[in-house]
T-cell receptor, first 121, second 115 residues
Framework: NAGVMQNPRHLVRRRGQEARLRCSPMKGHSHVYWYRQLPEEGLKFMVY????????ESGMPKERFSAEFPKEGPSILRIQQVVRGDSAAYFCASSPRGTGGPPSPRNQPQHFGDGTRLSIL | SQQGEEDPQALSIQEGENATMNCSYKTSINNLQWYRQNSGRGLVHLILIRSNEREKHSGRLRVTLDTSKKSSSLLITASRAADTASYFCATVAGAGGTSYGKLTFGQGTILTVHP
């Protein structure tokens, strides 16, 4: 059973270009989270998605950043008009549906991909 | 604000010794989780402890949770060189919020185990 797959592993962009990061969750997982890790820091939550729905985007900058998780295909994190400050490692995690009550995966561990290291020139 | 604060920031020990890392948090939680990250890799889930649990074991790992002090500790016994990594605690907000399971991470502890 393949783990969470992220690609590309490394991405280099010039200021003003677009960056597109992809994440395929583990088989059977319907919850996807994106986190950003700046150098020497812990991870910061960006957005939580289920298939075709953005559930919580409270950690995502209002401008230039967007995320989707279509019915078919991987989840995409898109950063438009990148700036130097966007340089970071971006991690995707997935989890199965939780048990009991509404579809909340609170009590489920998250499975992380190896991340995409984004460098802005 | 940062939910989890970890202590120490870095820990260096010899193989065979025990390693203890601490984590404090600020708000009520549903559960607390510990993850390990090797350099250049993603995070690996180690253990999850729920707010109504006080202690949990998994192999050489022992986690405690004190909700009255809003703190947790991770103990790795009989450490090995392969345990060298960064260790993060992460909390999931308590019931009634809209956390949906999103993790709030601490800054992490860098553990180095010397052979």
């Amino acid at each position: 059973n393949a783990g969470v797959m992220q690609n590309p592993r490394h991405l280099v962009r010039r200021r003003g270009q677009e960056a597109r990061l992809r994440c395929s969750p583990m088989k059977g997982h319907s919850h996807v989270y994106w986190y950003r890790q700046l150098p020497e820091e812990g991870l910061k939550f960006m957005v939580y998605l289920q298939k075709e729905n953005i559930i919580d985007e409270s950690g995502m900058p209002k401008e230039r950043f967007s995320a989707e998780f279509p019915k078919e295909g991987p989840s995409i994190l898109r950063i438009q008009q990148v700036v130097r400050g966007d340089s970071a490692a971006y991690f995707c995690a997935s989890s199965p549906r939780g048990t009991g009550g509404p579809p909340s995966p609170r009590n489920q561990p998250q499975h992380f991909g190896d991340g995409t290291r984004l460098s802005i020139l | 604000s940062q939910q989890g604060e970890e202590d120490p920031q870095a820990l260096s020990i010899q193989e065979g010794e025990n390693a203890t890392m601490n984590c404090s948090y600020k708000t009520s939680i549903n559960n607390l989780q510990w993850y390990r990250q090797n350099s250049g890799r993603g995070l690996v889930h180690l253990i999850l402890i729920r707010s109504n649990e006080r202690e949990k074991h998994s192999g050489r790992l022992r986690v405690t949770l004190d909700t009255s002090k809003k703190s947790s500790s991770l103990l790795i016994t009989a450490s090995r060189a392969a345990d060298t990594a960064s260790y993060f605690c992460a909390t999931v907000a308590g019931a009634g919020g809209t956390s949906y399971g999103k993790l709030t991470f601490g800054q992490g502890t860098i553990l180095t185990v010397h052979p």
